[in-house]
């Protein structure tokens, strides 16, 4: 059972556009979201996150919009650069609980 | 950087073998998780440990075991492997048993042949 789904497995842009990753979650538990970037041959790096009590956090170049009603959240890098593409994750969590649910992972490439 | 450090970076065992992977938290973090990445698949966590108790345990197989020393430090045993083990394993840590950040170390990857 995907709690926490990414849809889209891959996502190209040219650089200097706008970069928009989706994530759909189906546990109404969930009210802590992350979104984590990942390079070949390291770990996930937390790039940002947003509580259930908000709708919107920003962060430098990076946004991240929380949808309740539609259990939907984006990410938008604007503007996105070459040094962006890399594979995001994102990922889910009750404030009461510790685990992490994340999603398979989309792969952006931001092309010169 | 994230502080988080993992040995071995790479394993290649046998099926059959038992293998431990080792993570020592950032400084100041009393909690450690662990999490297996398969190939295609987003990260599955496995089990927690918070000062050295065990808190939580998602779907880890039973011939998976760990453990968190006094030192903090962290040790997945993984036994009787088969080839379907072969996987990258994470390592995370938090400050606290409910921080909502965790920082990852670069992962083992093991290869089961």
């Known amino acids: 059972d995907q709690q926490v789904k990414q849809n889209s497995p891959s996502l190209s842009v040219q650089e200097g556009r706008i970069s928009i990753l989706n994530c759909d979650y189906t546990n109404s538990m969930f009210d802590y979201f992350l979104w984590y970037k990942k390079y070949p041959a390291e770990g996930p790096t937390f790039l940002i996150s947003?509580?259930?009590?908000?709708d919107k956090n920003e962060d430098g170049r990076f946004t991240v919009f929380l949808n309740k009603s539609a259990k939907h959240l984006s990410l938008h890098i604007v503007p996105s650069q070459p040094g962006d593409s890399a594979v995001y994750f994102c990922a889910a969590k009750e404030t009461s609980g510790s685990r992490l649910t994340f999603g398979e992972g989309t792969q952006l490439t931001v092309n010169p | 950087d994230s502080g988080v450090t993992q040995t071995p970076k790479h394993l290649i065992t046998a099926t059959g073998q038992r293998v431990t992977l080792r993570c020592s938290p950032r400084s100041g973090d009393l909690s450690v998780y662990w999490y297996q990445q398969s190939l295609d698949q987003g990260l599955q966590f496995l089990i927690q440990?918070?000062?050295?108790?065990?808190?939580a345990k998602g779907n880890i197989l039973e011939r998976f075991s760990a453990q968190q020393f006094p030192d903090l430090h962290s040790e997945l045993n993984l036994s009787s492997l088969e080839l379907g083990d072969s996987a990258l394993y994470f390592c995370?840590?938090?400050?606290?048993?409910?921080?909502?950040?965790?920082?990852f170390g670069p992962g083992t990857r093991l290869t089961v042949l």
């Open positions: 440990y918070y000062n050295g108790e065990e808190r």
């Open positions: 947003i509580s259930s009590i908000k």
């Open positions: 995370a840590s938090s400050e606290t048993l409910t921080s909502h950040e965790q920082f």
